[in-house]
């Protein structure tokens, strides 16, 4: 299965900033999704990014709040937009491991906003 | 709307007791099924997957889940829990036209008394 490398693994941010996360696949892959997991939580999803394409984002989540890159077919990034406590949460990456349909995800990063 | 219910939020059962833990997903074509095991501070590690064809699957860990479509159920098992395996459990569904991403359910949390 594919092996993504996230990164940051944490951090303690200021309100009103923004933080940029990555993900890289070991592997091409198509899509790329985005979960946020609120404290106690489940995942929930954020975006889906294809490269070529902008972002796909479900309701609830903006591009403005929430842009996201798709350079190429194994990398992605996240960015947290003008942050609020409330945008304190686990932010997971994951792709479809094709052809077999399984999912990896990220590691995860952990925000804190203060 | 497709959804995924895990009605148990938290269950504690005794290490070496039997457990199972109950996932419903709402109807949908060829569902495929999933269920990740969360440690705390840790990602998402998957811990088996149906997608088609026998309907008792086994899973890493010593775990199983079993498929029914008559009850919508994907339910997890394991005979002899370990202390080891305190975490949450999230199940997950992908349906089939769906744009590829998962719906999780909103998780059961284990706890295992000594």
């Known amino acids: 299965s594919a092996v993504i490398s996230q990164k940051p693994s944490r951090d303690i941010c200021q309100r009103g900033t923004s933080l940029t996360i990555q993900c890289q696949v070991d592997?091409?892959?198509?899509?790329m999704f985005w979960y946020r997991q609120q404290p106690g939580q489940s995942l929930t999803l954020i975006a889906t990014a294809n490269q070529g394409s902008e972002a796909t984002y479900e309701s609830g989540f903006v591009i403005d709040k929430f842009p996201i890159s798709r350079p190429n077919l194994t990398f992605s990034t996240l960015t947290v937009s003008n942050m609020s406590p409330e945008d304190s949460s686990i932010y997971l990456c994951s792709v479809e491991d094709r052809p077999n349909y399984g999912y990896t995800f990220g590691s995860g990063t952990r925000l804190t906003v203060v | 709307a497709q959804s995924v219910t895990q009605p148990d939020i938290h269950i504690t059962v005794s290490e070496g007791a039997s457990l199972e833990l109950r996932c419903n997903y709402s109807y949908g074509a060829t569902p495929y099924l999933f269920w990740y095991v969360q440690s705390p501070g840790q990602g998402l590690q998957l811990l088996l997957k149906?997608?088609?064809?026998?309907?008792l699957v086994q899973g890493i860990k010593g775990f199983e889940a079993e498929f029914k479509r008559s009850q919508s159920s994907f339910n997890l098992r394991k005979p002899s829990v370990h202390w080891s395996d305190a975490a949450e459990y999230f199940c997950a569904v992908r349906y089939g036209g769906s744009q590829g991403n998962l719906i999780f359910g909103k998780g059961t949390k284990l706890s295992v008394k000594p």
């Open positions: 592997s091409q892959v198509t899509m």
């Open positions: 149906y997608f088609s064809g026998d309907t």
